[in-house]
């Protein structure tokens, strides 16, 4: 090895700037390195950029197309018909569907309002939140009957709607014409189309006498035939059913 004191001024000085660059030159072989390290690093953190980005378009476009939405079940339409508009709306809810348009009446319907069919109708399958559309229809308030001919009052009730039964109650008086002494329901009791009123009415003791008369009078002849029969049946027989609704029969009095 060679002294510090056998090297001129000038090697001792060359080796000093060798000494003095031997650590940046060390730096510089480490920097390819160092730089190599720091693109790989960019690198991932731009493909991770790109894929979450893939990733949230796709399930955006996965949505707008619908793919990405659960299938809802099918409901089937409860029966409406003759409930209440009110008791409608709440067994539509109840069902997971709602009210649709409601027609039948001018304006708001009224309290009493009842539903007399319904789109789609009952038991129909259809997706749920679907819409049912109503008709409704107002109640009938029952007219003043008593005092009335029966054939009067049977056309009455007929233009109505409303069915018909009897009661008979006799009468000793020869002259005696069928007239209407009661009614049920009552005067201006608000029902429903197709009701029954059951009429007691006064026969005299010439039934087929009073039958020839009731036969010829106009309010008769423009009866609809199941109207007719019923009356028919009760000036004629009282022992045939004389009411419009099927079930047990007015006694007679």
């Given amino acids: 090895m060679i002294g510090c004191a056998e090297l001129t001024s000038n090697e001792r000085c060359d080796l000093a700037s060798k000494r003095l660059r031997r650590p940046s030159d060390a730096r510089e072989g480490r920097a390819p390195a160092v730089q190599s390290g720091n693109n790989r690093q960019r690198f991932q953190e731009s493909f991770a950029k790109?894929?979450?980005?893939?990733?949230?378009?796709?399930?955006?476009?996965?949505?707008?197309?619908?793919?990405?939405?659960?299938?809802?079940?099918?409901?089937?339409?409860?029966?409406?018909?003759?409930?209440?508009?009110?008791?409608?709306?709440?067994?539509?809810?109840?069902?997971?569907?709602?009210?649709?348009?409601?027609?039948?009446?001018?304006?708001?319907?009224?309290?009493?309002?009842?539903?007399?069919?319904?789109?789609?109708?009952p038991g129909q399958q259809v997706d749920a939140n679907s819409a049912v559309d109503l008709v409704v229809e107002m109640p009938i308030s029952v007219p003043t009957l008593i005092n009335?001919?029966?054939?009067?009052?049977?056309?009455?009730?007929?233009?109505?709607?409303?069915?018909?039964?009897?009661?008979?109650?006799?009468t000793v008086n020869p002259f005696g014409t069928a007239k209407v002494e009661q009614q049920d329901p009552a005067p201006n009791a608000a029902v429903r189309r197709g009701a029954l009123v059951t009429l007691t009415v006064t026969i005299g003791p010439n039934v087929p006498a009073l039958l020839g008369l009731v036969a010829k009078e106009p309010a008769y002849q423009n009866l609809k035939p199941e109207y007719k029969n019923v009356l028919d049946a009760f000036l004629g027989n009282p022992s045939t059913p004389r009411s419009m609704e099927p079930g047990p029969e007015p006694p007679t009095k």
């Fill in 50 to 121: 790109c894929a979450l980005l893939l990733l949230v378009v796709s399930m955006g476009a996965f949505n707008l197309t619908g793919c990405g939405k659960k299938k809802e079940g099918k409901v089937a339409v409860p029966n409406l018909v003759n409930q209440d508009l009110d008791q409608a709306q709440k067994t539509l809810a109840a069902a997971g569907l709602k009210t649709g348009a409601i027609s039948g009446g001018s304006g708001a319907p009224p309290p009493g309002a009842y539903v007399i069919s319904h789109t789609p109708g």
């Fill in 148 to 170: 009335s001919n029966i054939t009067d009052a049977v056309s009455l009730l007929q233009g109505l709607g409303l069915k018909v039964g009897f009661v008979k109650k006799s």
